[in-house]
C-alpha cells in the first residue's frame, strides 16, 4: 500500500474487536477523516467484497494525494461483513465508533437489509455502490446508493430473454443466503416474463455453501425441460450451477444478475459459463479517455482489471469525498446528499432522486473466449 496514504483494516472477529493500523501516511498533523468501508472479505463472497474495496481505496488515495479535505488527510477504514448479519451489524457500529463520517457498502442486498436500519440509528450516511433490492426503495433515510433497484433490471432481462432469445420456458435456481436481492429479481423478473407471454416452469433455491442444495435443485430444473436457466448466485456458486447444468445436458442459454458478473465465475466455470448472459451497469468496452484513464489506474495500482464492484464503489467514494468540503460531519453530508439530483461518474452523469435511489443504463454482456464482451 503506498506511504501517502493511511489506512486501517478493521476486522470484526465476533464477539472481538480486532483494530489494526496496518500503513502510516501523510505527514499532515491534523486528524484524519475517516470513511468507512463494509463488504464481505471472507468467504464465498469475498471476489465482490475485495474489488469493492479496492475502487473505494483508489479514491481515498487520489483525493488524499490532492490535498485531502480541508486540510485534513483522508484515512479508509474497511471492515468484514462475512456476509453475515450479526458480523455486519457487529462491523457497522466498529465502523461508527471508530469515527467514520460515511459508510460506503455494503456489497450485497441481504446485508445492505439488515444494516440500513442501524445506519438511522446510529445517524451514518451508508452509501452503498452495488445494492439493488426493491427492499430499501423509495425511503428516506440514511441509506443511499449508485446502483438502480431490481425490477427495471429484471424487466429489460425477461424482454431479452422472451423477445430477443426467443424463449418461452424459463427455470429459475437462486441463493436464498442473499435473498434480499435474489428473491425480488425472481419476483419481478417472473412477473415480467409472464406477461410477456413466458413461463417460469421452475423456480428452485440453494443455500451458498450447502452443496448439496445444488445437486437437487439443478435435478429438479432440468426435470423441466427449460429453454434457458437463470441463475441467481454469487459468481462462485454460479460457475458451480453452470457446470452441474452442463453436466445434466443443458445446452441452451444460461441467464444471470450482475452480482455473479466477476472473474471468479470465469476462472472457476470455464466452458461451462460460455454464453452466459447478464445486465451490466457499466460498459465495459467504452472508449471514452475518462473511463480509460481510470481503468489504467486501477490495472496499475491493483494488478487486476476493474469491474462493476470496484468502479461503482470507486464512484461511491468519490461521491462521499466530494460532499464533505466546508463542513466533513455525518449531519450534514446528508443534507448534500439529500439534495442532489445528479453525479459525474466514471461513465457519465447518474441521477438520483429524493430518496437516494438511482437510474443508470444496462449493457447486456455475455461471456466468450473466457473474455466479458458486449451481446449486442
Known amino acids: 500500500m503506498r506511504q501517502t496514504t493511511r489506512a486501517r483494516v478493521l476486522l470484526v472477529v465476533t464477539p472481538v474487536l480486532l483494530v489494526c493500523l496496518a500503513v502510516s501516511g501523510c505527514t499532515s498533523g491534523t486528524d484524519p477523516i475517516v470513511i468507512g468501508y463494509l463488504g464481505g472479505l471472507s468467504g464465498r463472497t469475498s471476489d465482490l467484497g475485495s474489488a469493492g474495496r479496492d475502487g473505494a481505496l483508489l479514491a481515498v488515495e487520489e483525493a488524499d494525494l490532492a490535498g485531502g479535505i480541508d486540510g485534513h488527510r483522508l484515512e479508509l477504514l474497511p471492515a468484514d461483513d462475512a456476509q453475515d448479519a450479526t458480523r455486519a451489524a457487529d462491523a457497522f457500529k466498529a465502523l461508527e465508533s471508530a469515527g467514520a463520517v460515511a459508510v460506503v457498502g455494503p456489497m450485497t442486498s441481504g446485508i445492505a437489509v439488515a444494516v440500513a436500519p442501524l445506519a438511522d440509528e446510529l445517524g451514518v450516511p451508508l452509501v452503498s455502490p452495488t445494492t439493488s433490492t426493491d427492499a430499501l426503495t423509495g425511503k428516506k433515510d440514511w441509506f443511499y446508493r449508485l446502483y438502480p433497484d431490481n425490477s427495471s433490471a429484471a424487466r429489460k ?209 455475455t461471456i466468450r473466449d473466457g473474455v466479458f464482451v458486449r451481446a449486442e
Open 157 to 365: 432481462l425477461a424482454a431479452v430473454v422472451r423477445d430477443q432469445l426467443g424463449h418461452k420456458r424459463v427455470a429459475m435456481i437462486y441463493d436464498l443466503a442473499n435473498r434480499a436481492h435474489t428473491e425480488t429479481w425472481a419476483r419481478n423478473f417472473t412477473e415480467e416474463f409472464t406477461r410477456l407471454g413466458g413461463s417460469v416452469v421452475a423456480s428452485e433455491t440453494i443455500m451458498s455453501g450447502a452443496l448439496d442444495t445444488y445437486d437437487i435443485a439443478v435435478d429438479r430444473a432440468l426435470a423441466t425441460d427449460p429453454q434457458c436457466v437463470f441463475v441467481l448466485a454469487n459468481a462462485l456458486d454460479t460457475a458451480r450451477l453452470a457446470t452441474l447444468l452442463r453436466e445434466g445436458g443443458l445446452e441452451d442459454h444460461l441467464i444471470t444478475s450482475e452480482w455473479s458478473a466477476t472473474e471468479v465465475v470465469i476462472g472457476y466455470g470455464g466452458r461451462a459459463v460460455e454464453g452466459m448472459m447478464f445486465l451490466n451497469t457499466f460498459d465495459r468496452e467504452s472508449t471514452a479517455p475518462g473511463y480509460q484513464d481510470f481503468a489504467k489506474r486501477f490495472r496499475d495500482r491493483f494488478g487486476y482489471e476493474a469491474g462493476f464492484a470496484s468502479v461503482h464503489a470507486y464512484d461511491a467514494t468519490r461521491l462521499v469525498i466530494s460532499q464533505l468540503k466546508g463542513d466533513p460531519t455525518r449531519t450534514a453530508l446528508k443534507a448534500r446528499l439529500d439534495a442532489l439530483r445528479s453525479y459525474d461518474a466514471v461513465q457519465g452523469v447518474v441521477k438520483l432522486d429524493a430518496t437516494g435511489d438511482v437510474e443508470r443504463e444496462y449493457f447486456l454482456m
